[in-house]
Each structure stands twice: as C-alpha cells, then as structure tokens.
C-alpha cells in the first residue's frame, strides 16, 4: 500500500473516532431524516472475514469494472481508458483522490475512508462511443463495512457517458465517486442504486472545468427506511 494512502487511512481513522456523523442538521449531502443507528451496527472490515465470501455473481449487462464485496475486476476497457487500482498509485496520482471530499465532514465518510478495501483511478482520453460501466455489488451475510472508490478524469474535450450501478444485497455498501471534467468535456452519467434492507452511504461529487457540461440521471430503489 503506497505511503500516500496509509496516511490517509490512519488520518481518517482519527477522525472517525472524534466527529459525529452529521455535524449540520441538513445539507446537500446528507440530510436531517438519515437513521444513523443503522450504521453504527456496520463492522469494519477484515481480510480474513472478507475471503469468505463469493467473489462471483449474475449481473445482467456487461461492465468494465466491477467491485464485488470489495473484490475489484477491470475488463474489456474500452481503447482511450486508462484504469489503475488505487493501491498501485504513486504520490503523483494518489493526491488526486479525495481532493474534493473533505473527510472531517461525516464519521460515515471518516469510516469509509479509514477502511477503504479497494477502487480505482479512472482516465478517459478519448470519445467514448458506449458508455464505461462501474458496477458496485455487497452481499455479505454480516453486516460489513464495504468500503470502494471511484475517481474519473474525463480529459479536455472529451465526450463520454459514464454509468455506475450499486446492487447492495448484504453488508453495508458504502461508495464514493469523484468525477472531474476537463474544458470542453461532455459527460452523460447514469447512478442507479438498489438495495434491500441493507444500510448504504453513497457519496458522488462532480468537479467541472472551463466550458464542461454533465447530464446526470439517478434512480434510488430500497434501502433502510
């Protein structure tokens, strides 16, 4: 693990023992009516509990890059992308993750970061003629945290469509996805989320440059009342 996300981690470890999870009654990202005593029953990950669980499951469309229980796969990446796990980043790459998430604003992100499992680091160089699809799934048995991450560089004048679908059938899913947009770039993106009865934090955060533009759509299903 690089020295860059060690540090993170024990910062965010700290953290996570001193604030509260929602230090503003309402704001943008998270709001008044959230039942926070659900999360507390969320245990934090192990390696040995996490190698238990089935790395394997049907999902009905093909993805480029899937988290299954933490466990992430890259696949047929389309020409112009470039992915890297976020546990072989240098310094260089590695300050870019997080810059726009600030971890003292919630335990919920402090947990999620002191125990972040996996993710990547996402660029996209050129036109994307189908959109790249990031697939999340937790299905653990025990109420584990799983904690996954997702930066996205679309590059100046690039034109991409973007989809990323959270499945959360066990566990406690919990997903953070920063999205920077270059000059000029053009992003469509698709957030679908379905969950049962499962606590789940989700945190999406888009930084636009200079003549950039997003059309976002999001489809929220389930989850914990």
Known sequence: MSKWLVELKLRARELAQKIPYQQIRDSPSVKYYTDWNAFEKCVDPSIE???????????PYELNIASINGNMSIAKVPNGVNVMSINELGDEFG?????????????????????????????????????LRIGVTASTPRPVLLPTHYTV??????????SIFIHGFGGCPSTTVEIY???????????????????????????????SSITARTLIMGGVP
């Open 49 to 59: 509990e996490l190698s238990k669980y089935s790395t394997t499951m049907n999902i």
């Open 95 to 131: 300050k870019l993750l997080f810059k726009s998430m600030d971890i003292s604003e919630s335990r919920a992100l402090a947990r999620h970061v002191a125990n972040l499992i996996n993710g990547v680091y996402v660029e996209v160089n050129d036109d994307l003629r189908e959109p």
């Open 153 to 162: 560089l679309i590059n100046d004048g690039v034109t991409a469509s973007l």
């Open 181 to 211: 947009l270059g000059r000029g770039s053009r992003l469509n993106a698709l957030f679908v989320s379905t969950h049962e009865q499962v606590p789940t934090y989700s945190l999406i955060k888009v930084i636009a440059s200079d003549d």
